[in-house]
Nanobody, 125 residues
Framework: QVQVMESGGDSVQPGGSLTLSCAASGDSTGRACMGWFRQAPGKEREMVAILSVAGGSTTVGAPVKGRFTISQDVSKNTTYLQMNNLLPEDTGIYYC??????????????????WGQGIQVSVSS
């Protein structure tokens, strides 16, 4: 059984940076794809960034491209989300998710079977 746990959420001012961490454990097949998603109040959950654990390839959502980077430390089974130049619209609950690889890694929540509890990221002045 796969488990994931997020850490690193905080409140920052616009233009600031944060790094979120997601520690994963369990069956490696079930966490072949690691993703960060976020949900703002009144909005649907959206993809932030996706990483294929085996190959290291990544996909970053358009709203955060150029500002956010997803990476991993394979030895620690940990996925990171480096967030730079944070904007107020980045505020929300950030979720780490793990899923199986199909043809590739899915870009929408339905392809992810294991979710963390979510952590709050708040960006305001």
């Amino acid at each position: 059984q796969v488990q994931v746990m997020e850490s690193g959420g905080d409140s920052v001012q616009p233009g600031g940076s944060l790094t979120l961490s997601c520690a994963a454990s369990g069956d490696s097949t079930g966490r072949a794809c690691m993703g960060w998603f976020r949900q703002a109040p009144g909005k649907e959950r959206e993809m932030v960034a996706i990483l294929s654990v085996a190959g290291g390839s990544t996909t970053v959502g358009a709203p955060v491209k150029g500002r956010f980077t997803i990476s991993q430390d394979v030895s620690k089974n940990t996925t990171y989300l480096q967030m730079n130049n944070l904007l107020p619209e980045d505020t929300g609950i950030y979720y780490c998710a793990a899923g199986r690889k199909r043809i590739g890694c899915g870009l929408i929540p339905v392809y992810y079977d294991t979710w963390g509890q979510g952590i709050q990221v708040s960006v305001s002045s």
